[in-house]
């Protein structure tokens, strides 16, 4: 993963200062990550990200001190959304002064290039789309990453330190299932997504070519795959609620019945259980998400090579 970031988005054609018209080279996915740490700091969304995961932990401490008539971890609960609401305005403010640039020098070189090269005005109209996808994947795509990470270890620290080897022996269980089982589901959606773009990239020579036929075939085309991969997209979300589903009810029988907790640690280990199961259906997106994100490094290489 790190090393698909690290290399130039879009690709080398082994020369080395190759620049637009203006002199300006465009920048490499290592380059990208670095001019955005000048602004944005991943420590802010990091914080962010445990802020979110400490909420259940606290909460559920907060109802075990109300019944012992104790407030100190309300004021915790109370430090902790002020700081959330601290860090999340500092990302929002940020977000858009620092990759909008980007993602307009971005597209305006790739612009340039493609003209430069008399590249193909259907190809070029997509794939300035696509140059759009790697600072976006920056900006939220590897935040969710990280979000989803955190959500699996605080959610498995949790059950861990709250003495529920058995429910911890079944989240294990019940995500290794899921993954199992929906993995062909999401190497298809990947398969189509790429169909899908090929497709897309003769959208603009249909259109110009004015035949109603044409367009109509290619409509239908595109339609298809996309019904096919929502299609797909409900199985493997039928099979991975199913599978949720019995690990939350075990969660809940097993907590309340079997364990000797109090009203808050039950409160804490549902809730995790809950945020286990959303950061697990985050990963079987975020597959999808890296797979197609390397499809759109590969089309920019190609179209570098072009020019």
Request: aromatic share 12%; net charge negative.
């Amino acid at each position: 993963m790190e090393a698909e970031i690290i290399r130039p988005f879009y690709g080398s054609t082994g020369v080395r200062g190759e620049t637009d018209r203006r002199g300006r080279q465009p920048l490499h996915g290592f380059q990208i990550y670095h001019k955005t740490r000048d602004w944005t700091l991943p420590e802010v969304d990091i914080a962010e990200i445990v802020c979110l995961s400490l909420n259940p932990l606290v909460i559920g401490l907060c109802i075990d001190g109300f019944f012992e008539r104790s407030y100190f971890w309300l004021y915790i609960l109370i430090l902790l959304q002020l700081l959330l609401i601290v860090v999340r305005t500092i990302n929002k403010v940020s977000d858009n002064r620092v990759y909008e640039p980007i993602i307009e020098d971005e597209r305006n070189s790739y612009y340039e290039r493609g003209i430069a090269a008399n590249i193909n005005e259907s190809e070029l109209s997509s794939r300035l789309d696509l140059v759009v996808r790697i600072p976006e994947f920056f900006e939220n795509g590897l935040v969710e990453i990280i979000d989803m990470f955190g959500g699996i270890l605080f959610s498995l620290f949790s059950l861990y330190i709250s003495a529920a080897t058995p429910l911890l022996a079944a989240a294990g269980i019940i995500s290794i299932l899921i993954f199992a089982f929906t993995h062909g589901f999401h190497k298809e959606i990947v398969q189509n997504n790429k169909r899908l773009q090929d497709s897309d990239e003769k959208r603009e020579g249909i259109i110009l070519t004015k035949e109603i036929v044409k367009y109509r075939l290619f409509s239908m085309q595109q339609r298809n795959f996309r019904i096919k991969n929502s299609d797909l997209e409900a199985k493997a979300y039928l099979l991975t609620d199913i599978l949720q589903a019995i690990l939350l009810i075990f969660a809940v029988i097993y907590a309340l019945h079997f364990g000797d907790y109090t009203s808050g640690e039950v409160f804490t280990i549902i809730t995790y259980i809950i945020m286990l199961n959303e950061s697990v259906c985050m990963f079987n997106e975020a597959i999808i998400e890296i797979a197609d994100l390397e499809d759109v490094v590969i089309r920019l290489r190609e179209g570098r090579n072009e020019f």
